[in-house]
T-cell receptor
Framework: GIQVEQSPPDLILQEGANSTLRCNFS?????LQWFHQNPWGQLINLFY???GTKQNGRLSATTVATERYSLLYISSSQTTDSGVYFC???????????FGGGTRLMVKP | KAGVTQTPRYLIKTRGQQVTLSCSPI?????VSWYQQTPGQGLQFLFE???????NKGNFPGRFSGRQFSNSRSEMNVSTLELGDSALYLC??????????FGPGTRLTVT
């Protein structure tokens, strides 16, 4: 099956800084999603982005499908951005996401 | 539109018992997928149901099973619970083979 790797595993930022999270995948994908897991465990949808670029406020994402990677940009980080960010991909018929190991982000005031 | 709901939210069971978790998808979504999250293994796919049929299955033992009803609600069952089954169980629904939306999860503790 598809392999998904995220980097860095941990990231500590000062409030106001920018950051880039990376997701590499091993095969072509028909689904790629970025999530933020809240402290209670729920996965919050950030982007559905199998290709191209999208922006939502301070967050944006780019997927370069031909080179098998996706980037999540967080600008002007806030303490509420803290948590774990997951990238997940799927290359099968149906809905079976393979998740990366996550990036644990801590934003300090 | 209401989101994905899961019940119960928390559960404590004893080794050897069985457990049933429930997931109600977003209205109109026909696909429900289940995932297990543990500190050691991360997030792993269990199985997916679409129109009452299991369409995909992950690498889990036969103790893990599921089903989907005609209203798209889904249940998963774990029989003969083991300590290692302690985890957060997440379900997700999708309208098509595209974006998945997750519920809040059921946190299962096996003692």
């Amino acid at each position: 099956g598809i392999q998904v790797e995220q980097s860095p595993p941990d990231l500590i930022l000062q409030e106001g800084a920018n950051s880039t999270l990376r997701c590499n995948f091993s095969d072509s994908v028909n689904n790629l999603q970025w999530f933020h897991q809240n402290p209670w465990g729920q996965l919050i949808n950030l982007f559905y982005i199998p290709s191209g670029t999208k922006q939502n406020g301070r967050l944006s994402a780019t997927t370069v499908a031909t080179e098998r990677y996706s980037l999540l940009y967080i600008s002007s980080s806030q303490t509420t951005d803290s948590g774990v960010y997951f990238c997940a991909a799927d290359n099968n018929a149906g809905n079976m996401l393979t998740f990366g190991g996550g990036t644990r982000l801590m934003v300090k005031p | 539109k209401a989101g994905v709901t899961q019940t119960p939210r928390y559960l404590i069971k004893t080794r050897g018992q069985q457990v049933t978790l429930s997931c109600s998808p977003i209205s109109g979504h026909r696909s429900v997928s289940w995932y297990q999250q543990t500190p050691g293994q991360g997030l792993q796919f269990l199985f997916e149901y679409f129109s009452e049929t299991q369409r995909n299955k992950g690498n889990f033992p036969g103790r893990f099973s599921g089903r989907q009803f005609s209203n798209s609600r889904s249940e998963m069952n774990v029989s003969t619970l083991e300590l290692g089954d302690s985890a957060l169980y997440l379900c997700a629904s999708s309208f098509s083979d595209a974006e998945q939306y997750f519920g809040p999860g059921t946190r299962l503790t096996v003692t």
